[in-house]
């Protein structure tokens, strides 16, 4: 463990997936081609949204932009380091270099999260009062709406920045993940935590939760509406509103959920949800098939 004369930590030992190098290799396959799936998945539908004046004047596909954006750079945060840690036995992340891939995942994850909430109101606003909706969902009001979103993912990923760099590190270093999160790293410092275990769950996991719960409101009010006042393709619109919802609670809410609305106890499962996290992109084409199909009738 490297240590400076103040013994404090500057650098963590990532313990990974896998010790196996064959295993290592074959893992550096798939998420390989997870990565450029995602990567040129996204670009591709931001390059489409932003060559085309009519979507991008769309309520739908502005923050469909966004979102495409916010993955894209979500991607980047941690894959290209885990996929170059697959190549090599010794995984090591600077204290910086942890705590800049802390910062980046909040930031763009809860600006996502905040994002995937507003998709959800900006479809009941479509789908419940149609007459209304290009008048409510104005070109000023979306740039707020997402401006809001990112103004949001900043202050919480500061939030938890803070917490963190405040705390004393001196060893072990070893963190039994492939990439920095704030649950395996508090438990790293050398001090009683469970003070700052519980802002952090104040925060994340109550913000994961309440933007879960908003979420599961607006689309339970958008089935209803589907249900009780068309009556041609309503079997289509509801099936694909289900399956929207199923991927977006399944890939994103569940894990974030699981992750940060408990104590931070480290569980066996604990990894292979990080995992579901990062390879959840790689659905991104269902989601948005579904986010497509969600339009007034």
């Not at 998945?41 to 085309?52: C, E, K, S, Y």
Request: glycine share 6%; aromatic share 14%.
């Amino acid at each position: 463990m490297k240590k400076r004369n103040d013994s404090k930590v500057t650098e963590f030992v990532l313990l990974g997936l896998s010790s196996s190098w064959g295993l290592q290799l074959f893992l550096f396959l798939i998420f390989s081609l997870f990565y450029m799936t995602v990567v040129l998945g996204n670009f591709l539908i931001m390059v489409t949204v932003r060559g085309d004046a009519r979507l991008l004047q769309s309520p739908m596909y502005y923050f469909l932009g966004h979102l495409s954006f916010i993955d894209l750079c979500l991607s980047c945060v941690t894959v290209p380091k885990m996929l170059g840690d697959f190549l090599q036995q010794g995984k090591i992340i600077s204290f910086s270099g942890c705590l800049a891939q802390i910062y980046f995942l909040h930031f763009l994850g809860a600006s996502e999260m905040f994002l995937l909430t507003v998709m959800a109101y900006d479809r009941y606003v479509a789908i419940c009062s149609p007459l209304q909706y290009l008048t409510v969902m104005n070109r000023q009001l979306c740039f707020q709406l997402a401006l809001a979103c990112w103004c949001g993912g900043f202050i919480h990923s500061l939030t938890q920045v803070t917490l963190v760099i405040q705390l004393p590190f001196c060893g072990p270093n070893e963190l039994d993940n492939f990439y920095c999160d704030v649950p395996q790293v508090i438990k790293l410092a050398c001090m009683d935590t469970y003070v700052v275990e519980v802002l952090m769950v104040s925060n994340s996991g109550l913000l994961s939760l309440v933007c879960f719960v908003v979420l599961l409101l607006s689309y339970a009010i958008i089935l209803i509406t589907l249900r009780t006042r068309f009556r041609q393709g309503q079997s289509k619109a509801l099936s694909t509103c289900a399956s929207h919802l199923t991927v977006v609670i399944t890939f994103f809410f569940v894990p974030c959920i699981f992750i940060y609305l408990r104590p931070f106890t480290t569980f066996p499962l604990d990894k292979a949800v990080s995992v579901n996290e990062d390879v959840k992109n790689a659905m991104k084409r269902i989601w948005i098939k579904g986010v497509s199909c969600c339009r007034p009738l």
